[in-house]
């Protein structure tokens, strides 16, 4: 079971969008549609922005958004706000009760 | 309100066995579909899914660690405590414990930094 890929880095300027990809396998993320996002500032615990593929939990602006094609997961962030700068990862469900997590994105606002 | 915190030593020698412990409150572990993970993170790298408990007893490891990892828990004192054995300085890492709920992790503890040197 290997890491979920993810671009090392993306970049946008205020009110612009970005997306994050996450591409798995047919046994992670194309298997299933529990795919999770996680955002985590600097020193700080990661928290929970998307789940099941395109699902928001309470308190999460709508400005971020999650998809999914074949093997490959996306999140969207539309409006890019300087407390968006975090690294991402995703998370798939990798079947048998296991998970596997993303290489992580750093996002810069210019 | 839930919460998790994380326990333990802050240093550990190679070749001994790390012990840590997640004290959680405002969710109960015997509540169907619930589970409590552990996920490390080296100084500057990515999050790493080691080991989830479920409701049922269930333990669920990772593929690459399942021979050094032992979850456990304790349901009365709403406690979950991970063991992984043959420590190296590779596993230094801040450790957290986790909620998942339904294939997500709702709610996580701060973490606790784990040094492996002699």
């Known amino acids: 079971q290997s890491a979920l890929t993810q671009p090392r880095s993306v970049s946008g300027s205020p009110g612009q969008s970005v997306t994050i990809s996450c591409t798995g396998t047919?046994?992670?993320?194309?298997?299933?549609?529990?795919v999770s996002w996680y955002q985590q500032h600097p020193g700080k615990a990661p928290k929970l922005m998307i789940y099941d593929v395109t699902k928001w939990p309470s308190g999460v602006p709508d400005r971020f958004s999650g998809s999914k094609s074949g093997n490959t997961a996306s999140l969207t962030i539309s409006g890019l706000q300087a407390e968006d700068e975090a690294d991402y990862y995703c998370?798939?469900?990798?079947?048998?009760?296991?998970?596997?997590f993303g290489t992580g994105t750093k996002v810069t606002v210019l | 309100q839930i919460t998790l915190k994380e326990s333990g030593p802050t240093l550990v020698k190679p070749t001994q066995t790390l012990t840590l412990t997640c004290t959680f409150s405002g969710f109960s572990l015997r509540t169907s579909g619930v589970g409590v993970g552990w996920i490390r993170q080296p100084p500057g790298k990515a999050l790493e899914w080691l080991a989830l408990i479920y409701w049922d007893d269930d333990e669920r490891y990772s593929p690459s660690l399942t021979s050094r990892l032992t979850i456990t828990k304790d349901t009365s004192k709403n406690q979950v405590v991970l063991t992984m054995t043959n420590m190296d300085p590779v596993d230094t890492a801040t450790y957290y414990c986790a909620r998942r709920l339904s294939n997500l992790f709702d709610s996580w503890g701060q973490g606790t930094l784990v040094t492996v040197s002699s």
């Open positions: 998370c798939s469900y990798a079947g048998n009760y296991i998970y596997v």
């Open positions: 047919s046994s992670d993320v194309g298997g299933y549609n529990y």
